[in-house]
């Protein structure tokens, strides 16, 4: 087994390091995003699994299914086989069927939500009621309730590291709450991937964001299915380029996410992230995603099976997500 562990410490009692606790800033003052990173993880650790049919009847299952289409072509793309995967904000491992068709050769999956990393493991031990008669993963693993936004990960992972790949799927946008914690994000990446690694992920559309509370009469907009409100201390609408970090808003969307965001301005993310040594491959929003991958006749046959193109008869979900991002490390540590 990689790394050196006799047997999948998925199995084990120990769930790796205890969930961390925010400290305070490096300029000396109290973190008061707290509260709002444990509303996040109380949260997810509150959702709970759903069965075939409940998750077929959601008001949003089409866009589940887009959202798994998107997350499957990045994973095909770019992992080898034998690679050894790092998933952060892993969630409940809806992700690991993904990983384990590109035939990953070792996974650690961590996230701060500690019942969802409970339901992860019952999923990699194939235990659920719903993954009875699926096979056993191909790839030994490693799962850990963790904060990734905060700990330091290549102390953590010191018997794990280096990973061939990175990913972070609808979530690094949790870590933009105070710059510290997206500085720590950033890292912890850049510390425990190999040279010449990649880093994978998706987040929310900022532009997309405020494009639409712009065009919105006050500080809230959505649809039947998805809302999103920002306070008032944003009633002006502007968003100063000297405070990217912090930008909260609450976002709601039906059957999924009911938690409080944080934007994430993509130039300064980019910025950010030369700064770890690390080069943009690629940026695209989720139209120009699918539209290039859908002229992949297996793409379109993935579709297909998912059902993500739907019967045409729902209506257009239009739900501000959309950017994926593709990262080279560059030199390493």
Request: charged residues 25%; neutral net charge; contains cysteine.
């Amino acid at each position: 087994m990689k790394r050196g562990y006799p047997t999948s410490p998925s199995n084990s009692s120990a769930s790796g390091p205890p969930k961390s606790r925010l400290k305070h800033t490096p300029e000396g003052e109290a973190d008061f995003s707290n509260d709002f990173v444990q509303r996040v993880a109380d949260h997810y650790s509150a959702r709970t699994n759903q069965t075939l049919e409940e998750r077929e009847a959601s008001p949003i299952i089409h866009l589940k299914k887009l959202n798994n289409w998107i997350k499957s072509v990045l994973v095909q793309q770019y992992t080898a086989k034998g690679d050894a995967v790092l998933d952060l904000a892993c969630g409940k491992g809806g992700d690991l069927i993904k990983w384990d068709k590109a035939k990953a050769g070792y996974y650690v999956g961590i996230d701060i939500a500690e019942g969802s990393m409970e339901d992860c493991r019952t999923r990699y031990n194939g235990d659920a009621d719903h993954h009875q008669r699926r096979k056993k993963f191909t790839f030994p693993a490693r799962l850990i309730c963790g904060d990734c936004f905060e700990l330091q990960l290549d102390e953590v992972l010191v018997d794990d590291a280096p990973f061939d790949i990175v990913s972070c799927q609808f979530a690094l946008h949790y870590s933009w709450s105070t710059e510290a914690r997206a500085r720590r994000a950033l890292a912890n990446i850049s510390a425990i991937l190999r040279p010449g690694g990649t880093f994978i992920g998706t987040m929310p559309d900022a532009n997309v964001i405020i494009k639409k509370l712009r065009e919105a009469e006050g500080l809230a907009f959505g649809n039947s299915v998805y809302w999103v409100r920002f306070d008032e201390e944003f009633s002006q609408k502007k968003f100063r380029s000297s405070s990217p970090f912090g930008i909260k808003y609450y976002f709601h969307l039906e059957d999924a996410v009911d938690c409080p965001e944080w934007i994430v301005p993509f130039h300064v993310f980019k910025a950010l992230a030369e700064e770890y040594d690390f080069e943009l491959i690629f940026a695209k929003n989720n139209h120009e995603f699918v539209h290039e991958n859908m002229k992949k006749p297996e793409n379109v046959e993935l579709m297909r099976r998912l059902g993500a193109l739907g019967d045409g008869n729902q209506d257009l979900i239009s739900v501000p997500f959309g950017i994926q991002a593709r990262f080279h490390q560059m030199n390493g540590k």
